[in-house]
């Protein structure tokens, strides 16, 4: 059974940083496309990155290019968002999900609840 558990969101200053973790069980990381998808108040949901089963490609939106990375730890069966200089416009609860399938997309079939990050001075 898949479970998807996100971890690490809080509340940062604008430029702060935080580190989001998305625990998988059920399933190797490597083995399934993992997505980090955010859900601002009053806004659709949105792909912020993806992280590929096949080759491991990586995937960004054009709003967090530069400022966010992901990344996987085959050890410790997680995906994580490293986010860096961040900006109100960020605030949202941020996603993870996985799919078997290589790449990532509105559609993927296993979803995480949630965590909340909110940029705020």
């Known amino acids: 059974q898949v479970h998807l558990v996100e971890s690490g969101g809080g509340l940062v200053q604008p430029g702060g940083s935080l580190r989001l973790s998305c625990a998988a069980s059920g399933f190797t990381v490597g083995d399934y496309a993992v997505g980090w998808f955010r859900q601002a108040p009053g806004k659709k949901r949105e792909e912020v990155s993806c992280?590929?089963?096949?080759?491991?490609?990586?995937d960004y939106a054009n709003s967090v290019k530069g400022r966010f990375t992901i990344s996987r730890d085959y050890a410790k069966n997680t995906v994580y968002l490293q986010m860096h200089n961040l900006k109100f416009e960020d605030t949202a609860v941020y996603y993870c999900?996985?799919?078997?399938?290589?790449?990532?997309?509105?559609?993927?079939?296993?979803w995480g609840k949630g965590t909340l990050v909110t940029v705020s001075s």
């Open positions: 999900a996985a799919d078997p399938l290589p790449s990532c997309g509105p559609g993927m079939d296993y």
């Open positions: 992280i590929s089963s096949s080759d491991g490609d990586t």
